[in-house]
């Protein structure tokens, strides 16, 4: 059975960093695609960051460009969000999940398999 585990989330005052991990189980993902995304109250889904099966490519939404950082390591079969400098508007549950049809970077959330139970992130002013 596929599974995907997110950790590493928490209250943060503003301005902090956190580093958020995602551990696959269940088979391997070092060939595909995989992405964060995440949920705050009353709103939708958004993307946040993508990388490709290699970590050569990666992808981020506007919102979080220069502070986030996305990375995987395919031995661990796990992938990291680096988040930095964080702002109360970053408060949300985050999500990974895994393209199994793309190896290159993506964004559309319809592209992804499979997705994690969530991890929450609460950025305090």
């Known amino acids: 059975q596929v599974q995907l585990v997110e950790s590493g989330g928490g209250l943060v005052q503003a301005g902090g960093s956190l580093r958020l991990s995602c551990a696959a189980s269940?088979?391997?993902?070092?060939?595909?695609?995989m992405g964060w995304f995440r949920q705050a109250p009353g709103k939708e889904r958004e993307f946040v960051a993508t990388i490709s099966w290699s970590g050569d490519s990666t992808y981020y939404a506007d919102s979080v460009k220069g502070r986030f950082t996305i990375s995987r390591d395919n031995a661990k079969n796990t992938v990291y969000l680096q988040v930095n400098s964080l702002k109360p508007e970053d408060t949300a549950v985050y999500y990974c999940?895994?393209?199994?049809?793309?190896?290159?970077?993506?964004?559309?959330?319809?592209?992804?398999?499979?997705w994690g139970q969530g991890t929450q992130v609460t950025v305090s002013s």
């Open positions: 269940g088979r391997t993902f070092s060939s595909s695609a």
């Open positions: 999940a895994v393209a199994l049809r793309w190896r290159n970077v993506v964004v559309t959330s319809s592209a992804y398999d499979y």
